[in-house]
């Protein structure tokens, strides 16, 4: 598990909104929005009732992040080499045109995924607990 403790800024609708400070695994993940130079916002589901100035511990299992990664990047790279390939053997123009088409299905493949795991949460932090004055992860 991917593990950090964040503080509790905000709260609304059944959701808290989390600052961190940005780690060096922080640098490309994207899961979060940036919230200044050191610091990054999320906002979770409050399945713990946190309240503002909380500190909570907040994980996102490795498997995912691995999953995500290889669903974002594989599925148009293998697609669009796919569809080069099977287009080249008509001609050339054919394996340009096919290859993009497929990238863009791929991109589409995506987005349905995105959609269907956004309703389960699936690649999606949560919050695991609320952490004690002084207690760390």
């Known amino acids: 598990m991917s593990g950090h403790i964040g503080l509790v800024v905000g709260i609304g609708n059944g959701t808290a909104q989390i600052q961190f400070l ?46 995500a990664s290889l669903l974002a990047y594989a599925v148009p790279l293998v697609l669009l080499v796919g569809g080069v390939l099977l287009g080249s053997r008509i001609a050339d123009w054919a394996g340009l045109t096919l290859g993009v088409a497929a990238c863009g299905i791929g991109y589409l493949i995506l987005r349905f995924v995105e959609m269907r795991n956004r309703k389960r949460h699936s690649f999606q932090p949560r919050m695991e607990r609320i952490l004690e004055d002084g207690e760390e992860l």
């Open 22 to 67: 940005r780690g060096k695994q922080c640098a490309n993940c994207g899961a979060c929005l940036t919230a200044g130079e050191n610091e990054m916002e999320i906002t979770l589901e409050n399945s713990l009732g946190a309240k503002v100035g909380d500190r909570v511990a907040v994980e996102l299992s490795t498997k995912r992040v691995v999953q």
